[in-house]
């Protein structure tokens, strides 16, 4: 299998089939990433993002990739979540620090956004 392309039009090697079939598993992946339970505490937790072009609607246009990042008290690092918005301003955040099912917040924690 060589993948020659990566806009979706034709991949040398692989099927139409096959790509949907791979699509769906990686859906699947990336729902149970999304969907895990953390199990804290976190005494640190890094927000950060970047910008990058993605196509919408037939046009480029600047989209942020951010990324929360853990330590946890033994030292090892965990990914707790990314997500694609429009900026990573304070309110693109503020559903991650303070969702409704409390993913991040843990008492006596504070986080400057």
């Given at each position: 299998?060589?993948?020659?392309?990566?806009?979706?039009?034709?991949?040398?090697?692989?099927?139409?089939?096959?790509?949907?079939?791979?699509?769906?598993?990686?859906?699947?992946?990336?729902?149970?990433?999304?969907?895990?339970?953390?199990?804290?505490?976190?005494?640190?937790?890094?927000?950060?993002?970047?910008?990058?072009?993605?196509?919408?609607?037939?046009?480029?246009?600047?989209?942020?990739?951010?990324?929360?990042?853990?330590?946890?008290?033994?030292?090892?690092?965990?990914?707790l979540g990314l997500d694609v918005?429009?900026?990573?301003?304070?309110?693109?955040?503020?559903?991650?620090?303070?969702?409704?099912?409390?993913?991040?917040?843990?008492?006596?924690?504070s986080c400057n956004?």
């Amino acid at each position: 299998m060589r993948g020659t392309r990566t806009d979706g039009r034709r991949i040398e090697g692989i099927s139409k089939s096959q790509v949907s079939r791979l699509c769906g598993e990686l859906d699947q992946a990336v729902e149970r990433f999304r969907t895990r339970r953390l199990d804290g505490p976190y005494p640190y937790v890094w927000l950060d993002g970047t910008f990058v072009k993605v196509r919408e609607h037939g046009r480029a246009v600047s989209q942020a990739i951010v990324i929360a990042i853990a330590v946890m008290a033994n030292g090892e690092r965990e990914v707790l979540g990314l997500d694609v918005g429009p900026s990573e301003s304070g309110a693109f955040w503020l559903p991650y620090v303070y969702p409704e099912s409390h993913v991040f917040v843990y008492e006596n924690a504070s986080c400057n956004v």
